[in-house]
């Protein structure tokens, strides 16, 4: 690919407790590669929840109390879910006791590891600790041990979260998105121009990408 070859650029806002997020973000991943699509990914903070409580919520009942899903059609969302996942590689492991959690903290941890590269890395890794290994990510001792099994440096990931140094940043990120009309995640943007929300399939993404490369020719 030669380096006059355009980059895509591509803004995901998103939550680490949004199972449609991994989801959206795999099947993209999928047809990038199926289409040797030059690109650059950047993750972008939303908060589903900014109100939850440090405890959390459990799942079923955050839920029915947002949405007013009966446990029968949550029941059936998540193995849905489960069904996609197995289908992308992720390991979706819903149960009975499995909770919300506040991520404006993740949020935090994530823009730190944006300044060393790893932004993306610890994405995935906070993705699995929640939906995989139920991991409270509202702890910030749980944050810092999960920067530390990527690679990072757990004194400074947990120096970060104790006091707070990119608290304002991220507020601000977070409000830049929510004035762009942002309401919902996944929320993906090619080149700060064309926006598309929700999972859309590897075969929606592909022919969106094609689309994106004639545009750019």
């Given at each position: 690919?030669?380096?006059?070859?355009?980059?895509?650029?591509?803004?995901?806002?998103?939550?680490?407790?949004?199972?449609?997020?991994?989801?959206?973000?795999?099947?993209?991943?999928?047809?990038?590669?199926?289409?040797?699509?030059?690109y650059e990914i950047n993750w972008q903070p939303f908060?589903?929840?900014?109100?939850?409580?440090?405890?959390?919520?459990?799942?079923?009942?955050?839920?029915?109390?947002?949405?007013?899903?009966?446990?029968?059609?949550?029941?059936?969302?998540?193995?849905?879910?489960?069904?996609?996942?197995?289908?992308?590689?992720?390991?979706?492991?819903?149960?009975?006791?499995?909770?919300?959690?506040?991520?404006?903290?993740?949020?935090?941890?994530?823009?730190?590891?944006?300044?060393?590269?790893?932004?993306?890395?610890?994405?995935?890794?906070?993705?699995?600790?929640?939906?995989?290994?139920?991991?409270?990510?509202?702890?910030?001792?749980?944050?810092?041990?999960?920067?530390?099994?990527?690679?990072?440096?757990?004194?400074?990931?947990?120096?970060?979260l104790q006091d707070q140094r990119y608290a304002d940043?991220?507020?601000?990120?977070?409000?830049?998105?929510?004035?762009?009309?942002?309401?919902?995640?996944?929320?993906?943007?090619?080149?700060?121009?064309?926006?598309?929300?929700?999972?859309?399939?590897?075969?929606?993404?592909?022919?969106?990408?094609?689309?994106?490369?004639?545009?750019?020719?």
């Open positions: 690919m030669s380096s006059s070859t355009p980059v895509l650029q591509i803004d995901i806002v998103s939550d680490v407790m949004c199972p449609w997020c991994v989801i959206g973000y795999k099947q993209l991943a999928q047809a990038l590669q199926a289409t040797g699509t030059a908060e589903l929840n900014p109100q939850m409580p440090a405890e959390g919520q459990n799942l079923r009942e955050h839920i029915k109390e947002k949405y007013g899903s009966t446990d029968a059609e949550s029941a059936e969302n998540r193995a849905r879910m489960t069904e996609i996942g197995n289908e992308l590689g992720i390991d979706f492991r819903f149960s009975e006791d499995m909770r919300m959690h506040n991520t404006f903290n993740a949020h935090q941890l994530l823009h730190w590891a944006e300044q060393g590269g790893r932004k993306h890395d610890l994405k995935m890794a906070l993705f699995t600790a929640h939906f995989t290994d139920r991991r409270n990510l509202s702890d910030i001792n749980v944050l810092a041990d999960i920067a530390a099994e990527i690679g990072l440096d757990r004194a400074q990931a947990l120096a970060v940043e991220v507020r601000g990120n977070e409000q830049f998105w929510v004035q762009q009309q942002i309401t919902g995640v996944p929320a993906v943007i090619f080149n700060r121009r064309h926006l598309v929300t929700g999972a859309q399939g590897v075969a929606n993404y592909t022919s969106m990408l094609k689309q994106l490369s004639e545009m750019q020719d």
